[in-house]
């Protein structure tokens, strides 16, 4: 059984990032947070892709945090004052994690069959937009196991559906059904089968892929400010993006290939550069 726990592809502008333990259900070890770290720098740093899908093999997308995470170097250790102090650190590193991939410069969109509990929750609430198989189902399950959610599906859940809803969830452990949750706006459209899920969720990515990258992120940042933010604020946000990654180029483009009834090119993000890399 291989040790790794993604697999990444990059074609026709989509990257493609698959959870790949399916005989562990795809259940988050501490290897998962270090590998999917670093993938997700690559993707922020480089912009290889225009969008990234995230699946997972198997029968089930993830079964959550994996039970030997709880007896190895990560589990909280609460036996002092000193040692609980370190429990926010700890839960911040992997926090952040997930943040990483709510902050990509490209659109996330997660395609999810079977299983979706716990900690797959979690990641999945980070993606812009969720697609599912009919018999997947989406759990709180950190309440079923004496404890609350802390990687971000108590803050994130409640902005995704009704917040009695997302209450319902996280009290009781119950499983939420596929249909119930497009039903209640958490997925974007049911599928019968993982193949007619995957096929619909890659054309979608690639025709974001066929848009302006820059006017793709600008969109992504305004909605997630106008999310948090008052409608004005919101409002002024949108003003300092346009003024700031206005395209007239990309807008001219746009115009032309209309026009000339052909697929129009648009210039790839540039890759970031930090201070450190001087």
């Known amino acids: 059984m291989t040790d790794r726990h993604f697999r990444l592809e990059i074609a026709d502008r989509v990257a493609r990032l698959t959870l790949d333990q399916p005989a562990r259900m795809n259940a988050m070890s501490p290897s998962f947070w270090r590998e999917l770290d670093a993938i997700l ?66 659109p996330v969109l997660a395609a999810i069959q079977g299983a979706c509990i716990g900690g797959g929750l979690d990641l999945v609430c980070t993606a812009d937009m969720r697609y599912c198989t009919r018999d997947a189902f989406f759990c709180v399950q950190e309440i079923n196991i004496g404890m609350a959610a802390d990687l971000g599906t108590l803050q994130r859940l409640p902005r995704l559906i009704p917040e009695g809803m997302a209450r319902e969830l996280a009290y009781t452990g119950r499983r939420l059904p596929a249909e119930r949750a497009l039903s209640l706006g958490l997925v974007n459209e049911v599928f019968d089968d993982t193949d007619a899920m995957l096929a619909g969720v890659m ?63 648009f210039a790839d993000l540039a890759p970031l550069r930090h201070f450190t890399d001087a």
Not at 214 to 233: E, N, P
């Open 41 to 106: 720098d690559t993707l922020q740093r480089e912009a290889p892709a225009r969008a990234l899908v995230l699946d997972a093999s198997g029968k089930h997308f993830c079964a959550g945090m994996a039970l030997e995470a709880f007896g190895s170097a990560i589990a909280p250790d609460e036996s002092s004052a000193a040692s609980r102090a370190n429990i926010a650190p700890l839960l911040a590193g992997m926090q952040r994690t997930f943040d990483r991939l709510a902050e990509l410069r490209m």
């Open 203 to 265: 054309q979608i990515a690639r025709e974001i892929g066929s848009k302006p990258p820059v006017a793709i992120w600008a969109t992504k940042q305004a909605i997630d400010y106008a999310r948090d933010h008052s409608v004005a604020d919101g409002l002024r946000q949108m003003g300092w993006l346009q003024s700031g990654l206005w395209d007239t180029a990309a807008v001219a483009e746009a115009i032309r290939a209309r026009a000339e009834k052909r697929e129009p090119v």
